[in-house]
């Protein structure tokens, strides 16, 4: 993950918050404006912050984008976004892009033009509501692990070479001892695919797996580190 | 001696829980149009009445078995006269009265009258007695004194009575009394046409024509010809006469031109009025449901997904035509009112049915506003609103809003979380919006015996695929366990978090076949 870049395009209040709680995740962050006005408030605020004209491809095809990096749109007119969105698609085709929409006809467009995962504000919020009112309890817990500022959280941990786990049943662990939850994993004995932990399937740790797993950070820190010795 | 019984009398009524009770349920039946029942009692007298009317019609010709007399007498007329005397005791509460008189008595060290309420009630009662309704119950009553046959057409008013039971009568009618002006203007302008056409008439023809013997015959032969009937049992024989004729014949068509384009466009302007009172009235009678301010983004998205799930226990109220045309095309219920109106929350049954209110309109001003409005009408209205800003979340929070929702922040969150934890994002993705294969789900153990006392070891999680995530203990401020140890003990109205497939869960439910889910 820290060797991973993100470019961000547009400045906004969403911008900021990604902004600063992506700097321990990322090892580079930078946010691309197209006008003055954001790239001096952006500056000002002291963000690594580019002017380009993001509408020209020979400009975007210049940027330094790997595969493995992060796109994200977040400019705040729609239209824009969706031709950003398709002209980063047409460019870097195997890199992740994470579009947000405010609507749910542009979503479907930024799902034609290429976005990885599209963020709908609506859609998100909507589906907060009907949990609020039918799950009230978890939808507070869903709160608690989206919030950074929450001890409380999910966290994916790769099984490492020579890791305790390696070869291991799954229904023979007992993660309770660790105080955390095997919510799911990649058993990638399997597929490539997330399978959660109560579908019935009989996973294996192997080396190369991925474990989900929800907790407190404590814990869930203590468990990484238990899971990586020998 | 007497005032003090009738004073301890009241007192009795009044600390009566049961009489409270069935004066309660007496009211509901009679005057609730919210009451869930009341429909049942409606279908009851309405069929009583068509039965009545049915037996008055066919005795004209035909001799009736006694047993039909005999219910038509006693039985029906029996329950019309329980009916009438309990729209009369419901009216008014007599014994709140008299306990407000003797509060004010004691409180301004004055003697206790206890004719004063008596009176005060009386006249409300005698008010009551003398409104249209309550004569026309009481007719209905007569026909059972059989010694007055003549009483036998009061039967009639029987049918009058349907208007109490049939709310589209009453409608017609309410329209009609809202053109009152109009209507009453051309009935005078009828009368002042028919009687100047009869006078003229009389005047030429009462010595030509041997149909036209008094004013009555002329009188009658106007309003003959005005209304376009045209029995042809009187015409004019002059030429005089026949001018007349084609002037009221003409001013006839113009009348009736004018009642039916007075009517229909009562009708119209209504119609929404009418279309949108029916749409409360279903809804007050649910015993949940769901008030939705403003039709914009969000409110589209939210009935988008989950407006199968709320069936019909749901109204969307905007203040914008267009967007409430809109959204009827679209197959919502809407209905164009200003959610931050008093009267219009009002309107809900406030007091029997359990309301969720959304404050989802574009304007923080108006979220809140309506949120303060609803909850100043009942604090029982859960109030979910949207806050555009964090600034105004603590608004929200002394408004009375329940839950805040912020689509920025979560949207960010998201944002955040599919960044940094890609396989966790699909996941909680999944949980967010209820796929199957990972559903998160609550089992209160409110009304469950069998839950209750036992330990999450018991319920044996992991054999039924399913996850126990966590333990809210009872209480606003109860505790959450996170993960609950295996000896943890299950109490009374705690509520555990589960995950796992649907099936799995049903299945759970099966087990402990008490188990409420939310």
Not at chain 2, 32 to 61: G, R, W
Not at chain 2, 175 to 181: C, D, E, N, T
Request: glycine share 4%; hydrophobic share 45%; net charge negative.
């Amino acid at each position: 993950m820290f060797n991973r870049k993100a470019l961000m395009f547009g400045y906004s209040n969403t911008t900021k918050f990604l902004a600063e709680n992506l700097t321990q995740e990322l090892h580079y962050l930078v946010i691309i404006v197209d006008d003055d006005e954001s790239y001096q408030a952006a500056k000002k605020a002291g963000y690594r912050v580019k002017l380009l004209d993001i509408t020209d491809d020979d400009v975007l095809e210049e940027l330094d984008v790997e595969e493995d990096d992060y796109l994200i749109c977040v400019m705040k007119d729609h239209y824009i976004n969706v031709f950003l969105t398709l002209s980063l698609h047409s460019l870097f085709p195997k890199t992740t892009i994470i579009a947000l929409s405010d609507s749910y006809h542009a979503t479907q467009k930024l799902k034609m033009a290429g976005a990885t995962r599209i963020i709908d504000l609506y859609q998100v919020s909507a589906n907060r509501i009907h949990n609020i009112l039918t799950k009230p309890v978890a939808t507070k817990l869903i709160e608690q692990l989206f919030s950074p500022e929450e001890d409380f959280s999910f966290k994916e941990m790769l099984i490492p070479e020579n890791s305790v786990l390696d070869g291991i049943m799954a229904d023979d662990f007992d993660f309770s001892t660790y105080g955390i939850i095997l919510v799911g994993m990649i058993d990638k004995r399997l597929s490539n695919q997330f399978i959660f932990i109560t579908s019935g399937l009989e996973n294996r740790f192997d080396v190369g797996d991925t474990l989900v797993c929800i907790g407190y950070n404590n814990d869930l820190e203590k468990f990484e580190t238990y899971i990586k010795g020998a | 001696m007497f005032k003090e019984l009738l004073t301890k009398f009241a007192y009795f009524l009044h600390s009566s829980k049961r009489y409270k009770t069935i004066k309660t349920t007496f009211s509901n039946f009679l005057l609730n149009a919210d009451y869930e029942y009341k429909k049942y009692f409606d279908i009851f007298m309405i069929s009583l009445i068509v039965v009545s009317i049915t037996i008055l019609v066919y005795e004209v010709k035909n001799p009736v078995p006694d047993w039909v007399d005999f219910f038509d007498i006693y039985i029906v007329t029996t329950i019309f006269l329980i009916e009438y005397i309990g729209r009369v005791w419901v009216h008014n509460d007599w014994h709140k009265q008299v306990v407000k008189e003797v509060g004010e008595a004691q409180f301004l060290n004055r003697d206790i009258s206890v004719w004063v309420p008596t009176k005060e009630i009386l006249k409300g009662k005698m008010k009551y007695l003398l409104t249209p309704t309550a004569i026309i119950d009481l007719l209905a009553i007569l026909p059972a004194y059989r010694p007055l046959r003549v009483l036998r057409i009061f039967v009639l008013f029987r049918v009058f009575k349907l208007l109490r039971y049939t709310k589209s009568i009453n409608q017609f009618l309410g329209v009609l009394a809202s053109k009152k002006f109009e209507l009453f203007t051309l009935l005078f302008l009828l009368i002042f046409i028919t009687v100047t056409a009869g006078i003229a008439i009389y005047v030429f023809e009462q010595n030509e024509n041997e149909n036209i013997d008094s004013i009555f015959d002329a009188l009658y032969w106007a309003l003959i010809t005005i209304s376009t009937v045209g029995y042809g049992d009187i015409s004019p024989v002059t030429a005089e006469g026949r001018v007349v004729s084609m002037i009221i014949i003409v001013s006839g068509i113009a009348m009736i031109s004018f009642v039916t384009s007075v009517i229909v466009s009562s009708f119209s302007e209504k119609l929404d009025e009418l279309k949108e009172n029916r749409i409360i009235e279903e809804l007050n009678k649910k015993d949940e449901f769901m008030i939705i301010c403003g039709y914009g983004q969000m409110t589209r998205m939210f009935l988008r997904y989950y407006a199968e799930e709320y069936d019909k226990r749901y109204i969307v109220i905007e203040n914008d035509k267009e967007k409430v045309e809109e959204a009827i095309k679209e197959g919502y219920k809407a209905i164009h009112e200003d959610a931050s109106k008093h009267d219009v929350i009002k309107r809900f049954n406030l007091q029997y049915s359990n309301i969720t209110l959304l404050a989802l309109t574009g304007n923080d001003i108006a979220n809140i506003y309506i949120t303060l409005n609803a909850k100043s009408l009942s604090r029982k209205i859960k109030v979910v609103a949207r806050a555009r800003t964090d600034k105004m979340v603590k608004k929200y929070q002394l408004a009375g809003a329940d839950s805040i929702v912020r689509p920025n922040v979560i949207a960010d969150r998201m944002l955040y979380t599919a960044i940094t934890q890609p396989v966790m994002y699909k996941a909680i993705y999944a949980i967010l919006i209820g796929k199957n294969m990972a559903l998160l789900d609550e089992v209160n153990l409110d009304d469950s015996e069998l839950l209750v006392g036992k330990t999450i070891e018991e319920l044996e999680f992991k054999k039924q695929k399913l996850l126990c995530i966590g333990l809210q203990r009872a209480g606003e401020g109860g505790e959450f366990l996170f993960n609950p140890p295996a000896k943890t003990t299950l109490e009374e109205l705690d509520t555990l978090l589960v995950m796992g497939r649907k099936v799995s869960i049903e299945h759970f439910r099966n087990i402990y076949k008490k188990v409420k889910y939310v």
